[in-house]
């Protein structure tokens, strides 16, 4: 029971500090729309969305369980979840259950691309389902606060400034994470990486897509994917450091061309 109220705890603090921020934020597919301001009366919308994605994702496994990889564009996967207004909802509402729907559908995506039995495909599929709901759940209890006007007080983090210093602080976040995790902390490290991708990484994405829209999409994946989730199995420090300075270079590569399109504007005017 106590272990049931310190997760729901989070859960409401987490749903707290994510709608809070939602009137500010601009997300990796844009403007998050105005929905997420009015969830409750959205919720049956955002339950007709869950049930076609699991329509939808259960038919590129038939497809796969039919024909094979070669009959299948896994990328559909990654266009459908982020093709519905579900996809802002939970990411505003509660980022650590966003980014296990992440890691579901990326799971089933990689199952096929790399030609795994079916009975791998499925389990993937079934951790996909499980975040759903348990997404579905998060951004009901989210529409439940936001009409109590419970989290009118809940701020966003404060912005470090330009974008170039937000990376720099982004990394320092991530030294943060490989140090907790060489505590032997996962959860804190969690903690950290959500925290960041949230406050900080994802006031850079609308920027950083027009300048290189596939690094934006390996930094989500390695925000809410890989790094999570080796967290979470508490892999070896070296694995968790090599993990890090991948996501550092990247991070270095979009301050580069962030600070040269910020010239570029400078130079026009």
Same mark, same amino acid.
């Given at each position: 029971?106590?272990?049931? *109220? ?20 601009? *997300? ?35 497809? *796969? ?108 976040? #991530? ?9 032997? #902390? ?84």
């Amino acid at each position: 029971m106590q272990r049931i *109220y310190k997760t729901s705890q989070r859960m409401v603090a987490g749903i707290a500090m994510g709608l809070a921020v939602a009137s500010t934020s601009v *997300y990796a597919n844009g403007p998050i729309g105005e929905h997420v301001h009015q969830l409750q009366q959205h919720i049956p919308h955002y339950s007709e969305e869950v049930d076609m994605l699991i329509r939808q994702v259960d038919e590129v496994i038939a497809t *796969y369980a039919d024909k094979g990889k070669q009959g299948v564009q896994s990328d559909v996967l990654i266009d459908y979840w982020e093709a519905v207004d579900f996809h802002a909802a939970i990411e505003t509402s509660y980022v650590p259950v966003y980014a296990l729907i992440w890691q579901g559908l990326f799971g089933v995506k990689d199952a096929i691309e790399k030609g795994k039995a079916l009975q791998q495909v499925r389990q993937q599929q079934r951790l996909f389902e499980t975040s759903l709901w348990q997404a579905l759940g998060a951004v009901k209890l989210a529409a439940q606060y936001q009409q109590q006007g419970k989290l009118a007080q809940a701020g966003k983090e404060n912005s470090p400034g330009t974008a170039s210093q937000t990376i720099t602080e982004i990394n320092h976040r #991530l030294d943060r994470v490989v140090a907790k995790a060489a505590e032997k #902390l996962p959860q804190q490290a969690i903690d950290i990486v959500h925290s960041t991708y949230l406050n900080l990484f994802e006031g850079l994405e609308g920027q950083l897509i027009e300048q290189d829209a596939s690094l934006v999409e390996g930094l989500e994946k390695d925000f809410n994917v890989t790094l999570p989730v080796a967290l979470k199995e508490q892999a070896d420090i070296t694995i968790i450091r090599q993990i890090v300075t991948q996501m550092q270079t990247k991070l270095n590569q979009a301050q580069g061309l962030l600070n040269k399109a910020e010239k570029s504007t400078r130079d026009v005017f």
